[in-house]
């Protein structure tokens, strides 16, 4: 099988979701990779409002509008192509799948270390869809009700700028992405607040890339907004929710293998970072996964 034979299978089988709830749901997502009210969000999805800002953050209570400025943020796919043996499930290659934000106030609302995963998180580091398991809550609809949030949303098919190794040649491209592949997307951010995102590590059975527990600071309250790499406060983790019981890219229980979102056995464990999981597995540094990098506009 292709690797365009494989990525699109994702598409169908743990990444059926994705097309459906991201590439539908979501809506045309704008030429810019935008995700305002108007283009990222509908009624039918769960995500009405994620990406729109709430009615405390848009005003500072005292003179009309609070202080606020859009920045873009970039998620790039800089992991070699051939990281993995050639015969493994993604061709050898890292992919990043769509993935899930919010701009909040203190910790990272995704997850917190050494606690269960919620069933959005479980969807997301096990099959990739950001929109959750047929039927549950997705991880974008668990931020949108955190009360920390200001913002939230996914970012989708629609926000690849690039993909040159997708075989169709297309952008957007097929998610998830391959090596020197990006995501951006626009963000209103106001002094203090902070952005956490999640996106699926493939292969894997439950790894996903994330911000660390206290996001990356984007506006500090005693100075200008963030402009730069942003990677040192990123880092790979494991779910928790399914054993790694095969190296990546060779169990039948891994995206893009598998054939069902929720197949694998249950593991019952806690979020950690993959560094501190004992495996016998092998994995890139996060560093050498993505690049995050964020520029006010």
Request: with cysteine; glycine share 16%; hydrophobic share 30%.
């Amino acid at each position: 099988m292709t690797e365009h034979d494989t990525r699109r299978r994702f598409l169908t089988t743990s990444g059926g979701l994705v097309a459906l709830a991201l590439s539908g749901c979501l809506g045309d997502g704008g030429g810019d990779g935008e995700m305002d009210g108007e283009d990222g969000t509908n009624g039918d999805d769960g995500m009405n409002g994620s990406d729109e800002t709430d009615g405390d953050d848009e005003t500072d209570g005292g003179d009309g509008m609070a202080e606020s400025v859009a920045v873009r943020i970039r998620i790039e796919n800089v992991a070699p192509p051939d990281f993995y043996p050639a015969d493994t499930s993604t061709g050898g290659a890292v992919w990043i799948t769509p993935g899930a934000y919010a701009v909040h106030d203190g910790e990272n609302p995704i997850f917190d270390l050494g606690e269960s995963a919620s069933i959005g998180l479980e969807a997301l580091a096990e099959a990739g869809p950001p929109t959750g398991f047929e039927g549950e809550e997705g991880l974008v609809d668990e931020l949108d009700g955190a009360t920390e949030v200001h913002r939230s949303g996914a970012y989708t098919p629609d926000d690849t700028v690039a993909d040159p190794n997708d075989p169709m040649g297309s952008v957007p491209g097929a998610p998830p992405i391959a090596p020197g592949g990006a995501f951006e997307f626009a963000v209103d951010v106001s002094p203090g607040q902070r952005l956490s995102f999640a996106s699926m590590f493939v292969p894997s059975n439950d790894v996903f890339v994330s911000t660390e527990e206290g996001g990356i600071g984007l506006w500090p309250e005693d100075g200008d907004p963030v402009d730069g790499d942003v990677t040192d406060a990123v880092a790979l983790f494991d779910a928790g929710t399914e054993p790694n019981a095969e190296p990546p890219g060779t169990g039948p229980d891994q995206a893009p293998a598998q054939d069902a979102p929720d197949q694998g056995a249950d593991e019952d464990g806690v979020v950690r970072r993959l560094s501190d999981v004992d495996d016998g597995h092998e994995y890139p540094a996060v560093e050498d996964v993505v690049q995050v990098t964020v520029t006010p506009t």
